[in-house]
């Protein structure tokens, strides 16, 4: 535990993110297409991309790069979605 860095904190606490997203949709807690399920895979990512910075893995940066952008894309795809619900009313 001695080469334990901040960055890997980091790295965990992104991990714990993104595994708090994934169980949260496996019990029905939370919806894939809403907010607090992308918001939770975003920062995860993002918090993992941060650790991947000191202790480079071109693999997991990749699929830290693609999670941050379907995150990206689920989050546009909400606020549309909801200004066309807003201007409809």
């Known amino acids: 535990?001695?080469?334990?860095a901040w960055y890997d904190l980091v790295g965990n606490i992104?991990?714990?993110?993104?595994?708090a997203a994934y169980?949260?949709?496996t019990l029905g807690r939370l919806a894939s297409d809403r907010p607090p399920y992308l918001l939770l895979?975003?920062?995860g990512s993002?918090?993992?991309l941060v650790s991947l910075i000191f202790a480079f893995n071109l693999s997991a940066v990749l699929?830290?790069?693609?999670w941050i952008t379907i995150s990206l894309i689920g989050l546009a795809?909400?606020?549309h979605r909801r200004g066309r619900e807003s201007s409809a009313a």
């Open 1 to 4: 535990m001695g080469n334990y």
């Open 46 to 48: 993002i918090l993992l």
């Open 77 to 79: 795809r909400w606020g």
């Open 63 to 66: 699929i830290q790069v693609f």
């Open 14 to 19: 992104g991990v714990a993110l993104v595994l």
């Open 41 to 43: 895979n975003l920062a």
């Open 23 to 25: 169980l949260g949709l």
